[in-house]
């Protein structure tokens, strides 16, 4: 038969598991300085690269989406200030508050005839009319950022799936399932009159 252990035998224990446990976070503060480096020098990296290349996401709406998908992987989100080192470096802060103003002119301008929902592409494609004289291309992608960026005026602008098409609506009333299926007929029905 085994002897359990005495009360020598527990402080042993309870000393180890300590140690164990001092090694643990030692262990771990490594890793978090580690990554606290690492995320240092890819910010740092990523800085440089968005100055390289400023006017190409500036100018580029390709690229710009890009630049976006990379910096989302990564959990940056330039633009999540406008007064904030990304607005500063690349200006992008402006290029979407002013579109999203644009975006609400378009809508309002277009609400009598509408009903407060305007095809995303239809929309964008006004965006690019009225643009015509700025330099910079804009995309489906940047008119949904902008449009991401309206939600903090509240329930009023919202990007909906109708079928295949995405919408803009533009009124502040929620569209509940019955909504959305009345425009999907509605849509199959406009779509075998033409």
């Not at 035998?9 to 690492?38: F, H, I, P, S, W």
């Not at 007064?83 to 402006?94: P, Q, R, S, V």
């Not at 309002?108 to 929309?123: D, S």
Request: hydrophobic share 40%.
């Amino acid at each position: 038969m085994r002897r359990r252990p005495g009360i020598g035998g527990l402080q042993t224990a309870a000393a180890a598991r300590d140690q164990y446990r001092l090694l643990g976070d030692n262990v771990a503060k490594l890793r978090t300085d580690l990554m606290k480096e690492q995320l240092a020098t890819f910010r740092s990296q990523l800085e440089d690269f968005a100055r390289k290349h400023k006017n190409d996401i500036r100018k580029n709406p390709t690229f710009r989406t890009q630049f976006h998908e990379m910096c989302a992987k990564v959990g940056v989100d330039p633009l999540a200030s406008n007064k904030g080192f990304w607005a500063e470096l690349l200006g992008i802060g402006d290029f979407y508050y002013e579109l999203g103003v644009q975006i609400v002119e378009i809508c309002l301008a277009t609400r009598p005839h509408n009903g407060g929902l305007i095809n995303l592409q239809e929309l964008c494609a006004l965006l690019r009319q009225k643009r015509k004289s700025d330099r910079e291309a804009v995309s489906e992608d940047d008119c949904l950022r902008a449009i991401s960026k309206l939600k903090i005026l509240g329930s009023g602008f919202e990007v909906i799936s109708v079928g295949k098409r995405k919408l803009v609506r533009s009124v502040p009333t929620e569209l509940n399932k019955d909504h959305n299926e009345i425009l999907e007929l509605a849509q199959v029905f406009l779509f075998s009159i033409s």
